[in-house]
């Protein structure tokens, strides 16, 4: 399915910061950041990208920032408090 068709059925740009482990050094965390389109507040996308990183990469999951904004959003109409004229 398009972007476009995703987006108008409610899904939004989803990014995800991701803490792990490095397997070599588990002590140290390194920082992977995901985007991809989802729907809020489940992430359906996000859990099946983070339930394949807990079966296939060895790098054991410390934390999980998740952000999500709008990019196709009705106008925005606002009423302006003053009114000048000019001649």
């Known amino acids: ?3 476009l068709r995703l987006q108008l059925r ?5 990014t ?10 588990p002590h140290l965390l390194q920082s992977f950041v995901w985007q991809h ?3 809020a507040p ?3 996308v996000l859990r099946r990208f983070l339930d394949f990183w807990t079966r296939n990469i060895e790098g054991k999951l410390h934390s999980v920032q ?5 990019i196709i959003a ?3 109409l606002r009423h ?3 009114s000048l004229q000019l001649h």
């Not at 409610?10 to 989803?14: E, I, K, S, V």
């Not at 998740?66 to 709008?70: F, K, L």
Request: glycine share 6%; no cysteine; proline share 9%.
């Open 1 to 3: 399915m398009s972007e």
């Open 10 to 14: 409610g899904y939004r740009l989803t």
């Open 16 to 25: 995800a910061e991701i803490l792990y482990h490095l397997p070599d050094h």
């Open 37 to 39: 389109l989802d729907m």
């Open 42 to 44: 489940d992430f359906p």
């Open 66 to 70: 998740v952000a999500h904004a709008s």
């Open 74 to 76: 009705p106008g925005e």
């Open 80 to 82: 302006a408090a003053v």
